[in-house]
């Protein structure tokens, strides 16, 4: 059964720490690319930060880059975004997603709300 199971959000005060989870099943997982978006307020979706198949090559976007840190663990078929130094302007909801062109991979998690407010 396809799934993409998302975990570890909630709310945080500006400077800490959350780290996300993207629990998967039925599909190739190491054949696929594993990448982070966020969808704020004004319904933007935006990646954040991305991950190649083997873990070797990582993509962030300059407002993330240092703080959060995307990972995956291929035999348990997971991927994570470990969030620091949070800021109030990270608050979205964060969606995990599988690409893998060459298998026809393409499916999302269904978000989680990460709040960053004092």
């Known amino acids: 059964q396809l799934e993409l199971v998302q975990s570890g959000g909630g709310l945080v005060q500006p400077g800490g720490s959350l780290r996300l989870s993207c629990a998967t099943s039925g599909f190739t997982f190491s054949d696929a690319a594993m990448l982070w978006y966020r969808q704020t307020s004004e319904k933007e979706r935006t990646m954040v930060a991305s991950?190649?198949?083997?873990?070797?090559?990582?993509r962030y976007i300059d407002s993330v880059r240092g703080r959060f840190t995307i990972s995956r663990d291929n035999a348990a078929k997971e991927a994570y975004l470990q969030m620091d130094d949070l800021k109030p302007e990270d608050t979205a909801v964060y969606y995990c997603?599988?690409?893998?062109?060459?298998?026809?991979?393409?499916?999302w998690g269904k978000g989680t709300l990460v709040t960053v407010s004092s």
């Open positions: 997603r599988a690409l893998g062109l060459a298998d026809g991979i393409d499916y």
């Open positions: 991950i190649s198949q083997s873990g070797s090559q990582e």
